[in-house]
């Protein structure tokens, strides 16, 4: 098994798809070993691609205020991406990509070993939960595979496109802190 850190450097020399052509910085994903919840998000846009760093422009601030507003900070979270590489011009990943990618994916979370798993937006969703998953109609739904509680909410750039989809938003947060709040007693 690597260590997150042996990972990552194979992640950031990782040329397995065309997306590594137009990479600035693969993003590998922060966070440690510690965090018992994972959020996965769909891709690296432009701030993330030239820092290195996940959710870093607009819909990571928004991110960090939705962690505020359930008392959680990064330092509680481990935060990746269904793909490691920004997709040009923000597109959505094509299958391809996501499948030569998703292995770093199995192996972040087997060596994280997360108790809960917050699928950000369809495409994280579709990648984990299920293939046709409709992110209007299933997301705030607890999923169990496992040891793993799974479950979709609204990805932030979504949220930051159409305000109307703060209020379910906020209800998932609030869902997902009273199962951060449960398997944290119990540990
Ligand atoms: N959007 C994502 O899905 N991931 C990031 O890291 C940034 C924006």
Redesign the pocket.
Known sequence: MYSLSELESIVRKCNRCLLSKTRTHA?FGEGSTENIIMFI?????Y??DKQGK????K??ELFDKMLAAIDLTRKDVY?T?IVKCRPPNNRNPLESESEKCIDYLRWQVKIVDPDIIVC??A??AKNIIQKDFKITNKRGTWYTRGKYNIMATY???AILRDSNKKRDAWEDFKSIKKMYDKISKEI
Request: charged share 10%; aromatic share 4%.
């Open positions: 993003v998000g769909e891709g690296p846009g701030n993330e996940p959710f870093v422009g819909a990571g935060i991406n950000l937006g495409v994280a990805h932030p750039a």
